[in-house]
């Protein structure tokens, strides 16, 4: 029996504490004529935190599941259908090739920055080169965290760290309507990595780090590399469970294994060859599969330039705009070889410390 250790949690807020942080997001006083009707929301917002009603919807697992039995979220079991189907949809020979690019950068001009960023025009540069190629792309850009009204994603717990089994695949920490931990936008991005033959990430450098949105969808795809993809093994999230369940074995399955990658990074004077080094360590740890040498890049654009012409110092930079479309070519000739059998993990087969 391996020890719990609990004590770190302070708990819930008091009811005051709940009352202020509620009425904070109605401080338009346009929000002034419906305060009754406020008060009436706030009060079913604190039964529900009061009752933990995480997920208030909900209904018996079904076939398939370890216990048939045991209600499961109806929005986490509506995820995992479209997970299967999409990956159902990937293993076709006869689905259209498909690379998502992922744009990290925390800057557009729907807000604050007032500018587009440099890594969403090199994402479209890279997503022009796979068009080019015959793939589809699909571009996700992160940056709508910061400009959309109410769209998240939500931080990673470390369920992992608990036990592998509590992480569960797609993830089940959210949504928490008791915690009003709603508009968890991973529920689509999950899909669309599925979907996805190959994936390009294009970022920039901030602070030496990956920008926060992007770091945030990472922390979130754990799941995908060694997830349970079913929750009634550990009827929700019972500690114990999950931890008798690793310590029996488990085989850490990775999720989105046997897709190609290709990477972008780009700083102003440090640190973006690290960011390049961990993303693609990264990816591979997930059992990713580079597209050679080609498809990692790091560079400098405007090398201790001022920030406000930035844009034109990319402008002039059409090596560095030649190098990003290099990128999207590296993927689309690697998806092209995986789906027709010529290029494998070349991890396949090596023994593992621990079961991976």
């Avoid at 202020?20 to 917002?45: H, K, N, Q, S, T």
């Avoid at 689905?95 to 479209?124: I, Y």
């Avoid at 979907?195 to 901030?206: E, S, W």
């Avoid at 990003?324 to 993990?345: F, I, P, Q, S, Y």
Wanted: charge should be negative.
């Amino acid at each position: 029996m391996v020890t719990i250790r609990t004590g770190q949690a302070d708990g819930e807020p008091d009811r005051e504490q709940f009352h202020d942080r509620f009425v904070r997001r109605f401080f338009d006083p346009a929000f002034d004529a419906e305060r009754d009707a406020i008060a009436r929301l706030e009060a079913i917002a604190w039964d529900g935190l009061s009752q933990s009603r995480k997920a208030p919807r909900t209904r018996a697992a079904g076939p398939g599941f370890a216990d048939p039995t045991y209600e499961l979220s109806v929005e986490w079991l509506a995820t995992r259908e479209r997970l299967h189907a999409a990956q159902q949809h990937w293993q076709d020979p006869a689905t259209p090739s498909r690379v998502l690019v992922v744009c990290g950068s925390a800057r557009n001009d729907g807000t604050c920055p007032g500018e587009v960023s440099k890594s969403w025009r090199l994402a479209r540069l890279v997503e022009q080169a796979l068009q080019g190629d015959g793939m589809q792309a699909d571009f996700l850009d992160l940056s709508r965290l910061i400009s959309e009204y109410d769209l998240h994603i939500h931080p990673c717990k470390g369920c992992v760290s608990t036990a592998m089994p509590l992480c569960h695949w797609p993830c089940s920490c959210y949504p928490n309507h008791a915690l009003g931990q709603s508009n968890d936008w991973m529920a689509e991005i999950y899909e669309r990595f599925v979907a996805a033959h190959g994936v390009v990430i294009v970022a920039p450098t901030y602070w030496y780090q990956s920008p926060s949105p992007l770091k945030l969808m990472i922390d979130r795809l754990v799941c995908a590399d060694g997830g349970n993809p079913d929750p009634t093994r550990t009827h929700g999230k019972k500690v114990q469970e999950a931890k008798d369940i690793e310590a029996a074995g488990w085989d850490y399955p990775k999720h989105l294994a046997g897709r190609t990658y290709g990477v972008v990074v780009h700083g102003d004077v440090a640190g973006f060859e690290s960011q390049r080094r961990n993303l693609c360590d990264w990816l591979d740890w997930m059992g990713f599969i580079d597209a050679g040498a080609g498809s990692r890049l790091d560079r400098s654009i405007g090398y201790y330039e001022p920030y406000f012409d930035s844009h034109e110092a990319l402008d002039r930079d059409q090596a560095v705009q030649d190098e990003a479309r290099n990128v999207g070519h590296a993927v689309a000739r690697a998806v092209r070889l995986l789906r027709e059998g010529r290029l494998e993990d070349p991890d396949r087969g090596l023994h593992w410390p621990r079961p991976k």
